[in-house]
């Protein structure tokens, strides 16, 4: 069983920041790219940022120069860094990633539960 779980969500006001944490829990051989996403209100769920095992970094264009993915994959951790935030970053922010198995050479793509960030004005 694998297992991603976010954490650092919160209420911020407008300009304020936050971190976001991502942790890998269960059977994990590797872990290969981990990414953000986030939904609004009545919105489709966007890609946000990502991160390859490796270290390189893509961002939406909304959030490029505020928002900072990173990673530690000796903690199986990756993070969201937001800073600036508008009330239009409110959403439930979710971790995904892809990670293969320790058992075989298969590897699954994976959620987790979300964390809720709420920008106020």
Same mark, same amino acid.
């Given at each position: 069983?694998? @297992? ?8 911020? @006001?407008?300009?304020?920041? %936050?971190? %976001? ?7 994990? =051989?590797?872990?290969?790219?981990? #990414? !953000?996403?986030? @939904?609004?209100? =009545? *919105?489709? #769920?966007? %890609?946000?940022?990502?991160?390859? =095992? ?9 959030? *490029? ?9 000796? *903690?199986?951790?990756?993070?969201? @860094?937001?800073?600036? %935030? #508008? ?12 990670? #293969? ?9 994976? !959620?987790? *539960? ?8």
């Amino acid at each position: 069983q694998v @297992q991603l779980v976010e954490s650092g969500g919160g209420l911020v @006001q407008a300009g304020g920041s %936050l971190r %976001l944490s991502c942790v890998a829990r269960g059977n994990i =051989g590797s872990i290969n790219t981990m #990414r !953000w996403y986030r @939904q609004a209100p =009545g *919105k489709e #769920r966007e %890609l946000v940022a990502t991160i390859s =095992g490796d270290g390189v970094t893509n961002y939406a264009d909304s959030t *490029k120069g505020r928002f900072t993915i990173s990673r530690d994959n000796a *903690k199986r951790t990756a993070a969201l @860094q937001v800073n600036s %935030l #508008r009330p239009e970053d409110t959403a439930v922010y979710y971790c995904n990633a892809d990670i #293969r198995s320790p058992f075989s050479n298969t590897s699954g793509n994976y !959620w987790g *539960k979300g964390t809720l960030v709420t920008v106020s004005s």
